[in-house]
């Protein structure tokens, strides 16, 4: 399950990146970098990583071919470690086909958000794609989930609208 579903992430960062070569502008006339540069880097970089994600899992798939093995959970020490101490159970993270439905919603979720930013524009999406998640995955706090929903997104409009000057996607009411 790993390696397919790495080899997704590289099939949808290669189709970023494709999209973003042929769609952004990566200089200005005056040579300095324009608004296309970062988010083309971004998907260079997302190429890079998820070839070698999917590199390793490839790898690690044949030699539990080849040995006969079959997949058993080992973390890190260390990083179960740090799990623990922060009350998480580790043994959930790196789940493998029992949670094959959890990356189906998050994927699916992804797609609506990015469907949603046009028509609802960036702040409406985001609180929307917050809201639909935390509930998702934590019904237990609600006022913790509404908060995160709105304090979230609020911040990142602040900082890329208001204060980096960004284009974000504007909803219908004009922000």
Known sequence: MKKWFAGALLLVALGYTIYGTSTLTLYTQSGRPA??????????????????????DIREWFQERTSGSGHTHQPEPAAEGTAEALGLDTHTIDGGQEH?????????????????????????????????????FDRSRPVTNILYSLALPGFLYWLFKILLNASLPLSPLGF
């Open 100 to 136: 094959a439905r959890d990356v189906v919603i998050v994927f699916a979720y992804i797609c609506g958000f990015v469907a949603a930013l046009k028509i609802v524009g960036a702040l409406l999406a985001m609180v929307a794609f917050m809201l639909a998640f935390l509930f998702t």
């Open 35 to 56: 608004a296309g540069f970062f988010p083309l880097m971004i998907g260079f970089l997302l190429v890079v990583s998820c070839s070698i994600n999917l590199w390793f």
